[in-house]
C-alpha cells in the first residue's frame, strides 16, 4: 500500500479510480506501486511516439473507455514502429495489474525478444516482410513475457543430452558464396548475436546522448565503451560545465501519511552491502500527504566555491495537507518555520549554495484551486518571504523546476483546472525577482 502524487492524467486505473472517481481516499489504497508506475510508464512512451494527449487512457466509466482509447491509439502507431514496440507498449497499458510486467520483466523483453529486432523500424529492408512482421513481432514479445525465460534472464537451452551440439551441421552445409567468404576474412562483416546487438544498440544511443552533450568518446577501434565509463563521463561533463545535480551516495524516502523513513545506498561500499531500500528510522510525528521533498546541494558539480555548511546534505519535506517545513539532518527532524500559505503539489528547488529554497505554484485543498504564489525560505534565518507582485502568469500545480546558472529557474508543464494538462514553460529571473511565459 503506498499514497500517490502525481499528474492524474498519468495514474494507473487502479489509482485513478481511488484518487478522482471514489473521492481521492489513495492512502489505503491496495495497488502494486512499481506496477502502477510500469503504466504510468507505459503512458509517457505512448505520448513520446504519438505525440498526442493521453486523457482518458486510465478510464473506464461513461466517458471514456480507457481500453478501446488504447487500442485504437496503438493501431494507428503500427503504422510508424515495428510490433515489437507496440507490444511492449500494449503490455505496459494493461487494465488488470496482474496481467503487467514489472519494470524487471520489460528490461529482460528489451534485452531477450529480438526476434523483431529494435534496430530497424518494421524490420528494415533486408529482414521479413511486413505481413510476416505482424505474426512474429507480438507474438515473440508475449511468448518471452509469458515464458520461464522472464525468470531465467537471456539463459539458453542446453543441447539434448547425448547430441552433438553441432550434429546435423555437415548434412546442411551448404557452398560458401562469395559475400559469405568476405565475411569470414573480415571480422567487422560477421553477424553480432542479438544479445550483443542490443547491448551495442543501447551503448550507442548512451554515447550518442554524450555526443549530443558535447562529450566525445574515444574507444579501442571495434570495441564499444562500458556503460561505467560512459557514467564517468558524464559526471566529467558536468563538473566541466558546472551542472546543478544532487550529488550523494544514498537517497531517502519519506511515508506519505506516515512515519517511515527509508534509505538506499546508490554507490560506494554501503551499495554492496546493503543494495536494497531499508527503514532506517521512524518520525514519531507524521508525515504529510504530497509534500514536496529538496535535496540541499552545495552548489554546481565542479565549481571551487562549492558551499559546506551544515545544512548541506539536508532534506526539506515542504508543503503537503497543510504549512509544513521539516527539515531532515544528521538523523533528526526538525520543525522549521511554517509556509505562508498552505498547499501541495507545488514545485521547489534550492539556490544560492544550500542557503534559499524557492516554490512555485501549487494546489490549494480548502478552494481547490491551482496557485500562481512564489514563495523563498531563507535556510539560514528560518523565515518564509512571499512577494505579492511576483507571480506565474498560469496557475499550475504538479509542475517541476530547474536551477540553471544560478540566476535562473525554470518551471516546466503541470496542471490546471481550466486548461488541463500544461506544456508550458516558465522563466524565474532571481536577481530581479520576475517571471516571464516562454513563448516556445
Request: aromatic letters at 10%; a neutral charge; proline letters at 4%.
Amino acid at each position: 500500500m503506498a499514497t500517490i502524487r502525481g499528474t492524474p492524467q498519468y495514474l494507473s486505473p487502479t489509482l485513478w479510480k481511488a484518487h478522482v472517481e471514489d473521492g481521492g481516499n489513495t492512502r489505503h489504497v491496495v495497488h502494486n506501486m512499481f506496477k502502477s508506475d510500469v503504466y504510468s510508464c507505459g503512458l509517457i512512451f505512448f505520448q513520446l511516439a504519438s505525440m498526442e494527449d493521453v486523457t482518458g487512457f486510465n478510464q473506464r466509466n461513461a466517458v471514456n473507455d480507457g481500453e478501446k482509447l488504447i487500442e485504437g491509439g496503438l493501431k494507428k502507431l503500427r503504422q510508424r514502429y515495428s510490433d515489437h514496440i507496440i507490444e511492449i507498449i500494449r503490455l505496459m497499458l494493461k487494465f488488470e495489474e496482474s496481467e503487467r510486467p514489472s519494470f524487471v520483466e520489460l528490461a529482460k523483453l528489451v534485452l531477450t525478444s529480438t526476434e523483431n529486432s529494435l534496430e530497424s523500424p518494421k524490420n528494415g529492408a533486408n529482414g521479413p516482410t511486413n505481413k510476416d512482421a505482424k505474426k512474429m513481432g507480438a507474438k515473440s514479445v508475449s511468448k518471452v513475457f509469458s515464458s520461464q525465460s522472464l525468470k531465467e534472464g537471456t539463459q539458453g537451452k542446453s543441447a539434448a543430452p547425448n547430441q552433438p551440439q553441432n550434429a546435423g551441421a555437415d548434412a546442411n552445409k551448404q557452398p560458401l558464396t562469395d559475400a559469405a567468404r568476405e565475411a569470414a576474412k573480415n571480422p567487422r562483416l560477421r553477424p553480432t548475436s542479438p544479445a550483443r546487438s542490443t547491448q551495442a544498440r543501447l551503448t550507442m544511443e548512451t554515447g550518442f546522448l554524450l555526443k549530443t552533450l558535447g562529450v566525445h568518446l574515444t574507444t579501442v577501434p571495434g570495441t564499444a565503451p562500458e556503460l561505467d565509463d560512459l557514467s564517468e563521463l558524464f559526471k566529467s561533463y558536468a563538473e566541466q560545465n558546472l551542472l546543478y545535480l544532487n550529488i550523494t551516495n544514498s537517497m531517502f524516502w519519506f511515508e506519505f501519511g506516515g512515519n517511515k523513513i527509508g534509505r538506499l545506498f546508490v554507490e560506494g561500499a554501503e551499495a554492496e552491502e546493503f543494495p536494497k531500500w531499508r527503514l532506517t528510522a521512524k518520525f514519531k510525528g507524521e508525515f504529510p500527504c504530497h509534500f514536496a521533498l529538496v535535496y540541499i546541494n552545495g552548489g554546481p558539480v565542479g565549481s571551487p566555491n562549492l558551499a559546506t555548511h551544515k545544512d548541506v546534505g539536508s532534506w526539506f519535506v515542504l508543503g503537503g495537507m497543510g504549512n509544513n517545513c521539516l527539515q531532515y539532518i544528521n538523523k533528526n527532524i526538525i520543525n522549521k518555520a511554517s509556509m505562508l500559505q498552505e498547499k501541495s503539489f507545488f514545485s521547489a528547488v534550492a539556490a544560492h549554495g544550500g542557503k534559499t529554497i524557492y516554490t512555485f505554484g501549487g494546489y490549494e485543498s480548502g478552494e481547490k484551486v491551482q496557485l500562481k504564489c512564489c514563495e523563498y525560505y531563507s535556510i539560514q534565518e528560518d523565515k518564509w518571504y512571499i512577494n505579492d507582485g511576483v507571480q506565474l502568469n498560469v496557475a499550475r500545480s504538479q509542475s517541476s523546476c530547474c536551477l540553471f546558472d544560478e540566476n535562473l529557474i525554470f518551471i516546466f508543464g503541470g496542471y490546471n483546472k481550466e486548461l488541463g494538462t500544461l506544456s508550458s514553460i516558465e522563466r524565474y529571473d532571481v536577481p530581479q525577482k520576475k517571471t516571464s511565459l516562454l513563448d516556445i
